[in-house]
C-alpha cells in the first residue's frame, strides 16, 4: 500500500518508510483515570525531586555485612501517631541519591541495540499503574548491559521541569494534527539515570493537574502524540533498531508492541484515525483494524490495539500464562492465532534498584534477607500510624492489598477479605482508589465503618511512599484478581519479604505457587486459590494465617526465601533483547 495516504510535508521531512508495517501509526495506551496521580513518587508538594536511584546493589553489599542495616535504634525511631498532624507517609524523606547511572557488574551484550520507548507512563515521574514501572525497569535492564536506551514521553503540564535533571530544550518542530501543523518543543533530560525525550504540544493536549487527567480527547491526543515521536525521529535523523510501543502504539524502523492489559484495545473511530494523516478506511478490514465487536454494527470502529498486533514486527505480553489465556479466549484472540508466529509471553520483571528493601528512603529502617529484623520494625510503625496496635496479643498477621479499586482486580474478593480477615483475628490495610465513582463510594462507606477499629484500614488514594511501607510492614501481600496480565504486587511484595496470597491466573500463576503443594515444595512462595468464589479466598486466607500463628520458625524461613527470588529485569531483560535481535535489520 502506498504511504502517500499519511499527510507530510517531504520537502521537509523527508522520504516516509514505505512498507504499511512500517508506517501503521497508532496511539499510546493509557488507563483511564486510573489511580490520583496528585503525588507522582511522592515527591510533587516538594520543590524538587532531585532523585537519581542508587545504583549499587545495596542488599548484596550488605550480605557480606549482615550487620551493616541492623543498627538503627528503636528509641531513635520517630514513631508515627493517628494523631499526627502530618501523615507519615507524607514526612520529608531523604532522597535517594547515587554517583552512578546503572547497576554495576552487570555483564554487557556484544551486539547493541539503540531502542526508543514511546509510551503514556514512566516512573517516578507520570507513573499511574505498572506500565511506568516496567518501562522504567527494562530500559534500565538495557542500559546496564550496554544498549542506547530512550524513552520518549508526553510532557504533561503536572510533570515538573525541576523533576528531570539536565533538562533541555532541544529542538522545536511542526508535527501533524487535524490538516494543521502543531508547534512541538522536544525536551531532553534524564530520570532516574534514563534519557528521556519529552514533546510537548503548543495546544491543549497534556493540559491538566494528572496524568489522563485533562480536558482534552484523549484518544486523539496519542494519536497526535505518536504520530509526532515519528515525526521527532525523522526531523532530528534518529534511526534506532527498535521502537517499542506499550499499549496501544506508533510505528517505524522495526516495531516491537507490548501488549499490558488486553482490556486497553484502544477504540478509534475511522474520522479520528484520519487525523492524524491516515486513511482510517484503508484499515477498515478483518484482516487489518477493524474491531471484530463492531462488524455490522453503524458505524464499525477500528481497534489500535488489533492494528498494532497486526502491523508490529513482533508482540509480546507480559507473562506466559496471560499468552496462553488470550490466545484461548477474547475478541482478540483470532487477530492472536493469525499472528502467533510473533507473538511472545515475556514474564515482567521489578526494578530492583527502585524496590530495595536494603535502601528504601521511604521505610522506618532497612533490612535485607539475611536479617530481616527491620520487617518488624517497619510493621509496628504502621501499626502505631494507623493506631493499628492490639494490646496483648502476640503474632497478629497483617495483610496489605495494594490496588486500583477496579473489576479486573476482584472487588467483590476485596470486600470479603476485609470483613473475613477481621472476623479470623487479623489485621488489613487496603490502598487504592477508585475511577467508578460508584464504586468510590462503596468503598467510602467501608472506610467510614472500619476506620475507626483496630483491625482495618481502607485508604482511598494514591501514594508511592506509602505503598513501600506497606510492602515493607505487611506479613502477606493479597492478589485476588479475576484476571491478571502479569502483575508486580505479588512480585515487590516478595521482595519485600510479604508473602502473596493470590488467585491462579495471568503471571500470579507464573510467580506464586503453593505452599500446600508437595508435588514442588521446592518453589512454595505463597498461598493460592483458583475459584472466583468467596470461600475459595478464605480458605488461602485461613491457611496463611493457620501457618502464620502456628510455624513462625517456618514462616520466617518462607520470608527469607522470599525475599531472594529473582524477580528482577536484570534476569527477564534478555529476552526482550532476544526479541529485538529476531527482528532488527543489519545493515
Known sequence: MDISSIAVNSSVYGVLPTKTSDCFTVSIGKRKNSNNNKFLFGFSNRSSLNLKIQAVHLDEVAADNPK???????KDIEWPSPSDKIPFWKREFQTW??????????????????????????????????????????????????????IMLPFYECIQKENIQEISLMSTYNSYYDGNWIE?????????????????PMNQFFKGEDVYGGS???????????RACLEWMQVTGTQPDVIHVHE????????????????????????????????????????KAIDDRTIGHNPERLSLLKGGIVYS???????????QETLCSGWLSSALMTNHDKYYGILNGIDTVMWNPASDVFLPTNYHAQNTGGKKVCKKYLQRGFGLILEGRERVPLVVCISRLVAQKGLHLIRHAINHIQEIGGQMIVLGKAPDSRVQREFEALADLHNKGSTIRILLMYSEELSHMLYAGGDMVLVPSIYEPCGLAQMIGMRYG????????????????DMDDESHPEIANGFVFEGIDEGSLSC?????????????????NIVQRVMQIDNSWNKTAGKYIDVYNSIRVRW
Not at 115 to 139: C, F, N, Q, Y
Not at 498 to 513: C, N, Q, Y
Open 68 to 74: 551493616s542495616l541492623t543498627n538503627t535504634r528503636l
Open 540 to 556: 488461602a486466607l485461613d491457611r496463611a494465617f493457620s501457618y502464620y500463628q502456628e510455624k513462625p520458625i517456618e514462616w520466617e
Open 498 to 513: 510479604s508473602v502473596p496470597i493470590v488467585r491462579k491466573t495471568g503471571g500470579l500463576a507464573d510467580t506464586v505457587f
Open 97 to 150: 541519591d547515587s554517583n552512578s547511572e546503572v547497576p554495576v557488574n552487570t555483564e554487557k551484550d556484544s551486539d547493541l541495540l539503540h531502542v526508543i520507548h514511546v509510551t503514556a507512563e514512566m516512573a517516578p515521574i507520570a507513573k499511574v499503574g505498572g506500565l511506568g514501572d516496567v518501562v522504567t525497569g527494562l530500559s534500565r535492564a538495557c542500559l546496564s548491559r550496554g544498549h542506547k536506551v530512550d
Open 184 to 200: 512541538t518543543n522536544a525536551y531532553s533530560g534524564m530520570v532516574s539515570g534514563i534519557p528521556v525525550i519529552l514533546l510537548e
Open 248 to 287: 496501544w502504539q506508533t510505528g517505524k524502523p522495526r516495531i516491537v508492541l507490548t501488549i499490558h492489559n488486553m482490556e486497553h484495545y484502544g477504540e478509534c473511530r475511522q474520522e479520528q484515525l484520519q487525523k492524524c494523516g491516515l486513511d482510517g478506511s484503508l484499515y477498515a478490514t478483518i484482516d
Open 313 to 323: 514486527n513482533s508482540v509480546v505480553t507480559v507473562s506466559p500464562t496471560y499468552l
Open 216 to 226: 482534552y480527547n484523549e484518544l486523539e491526543a496519542y494519536l497526535f502524540f505518536s
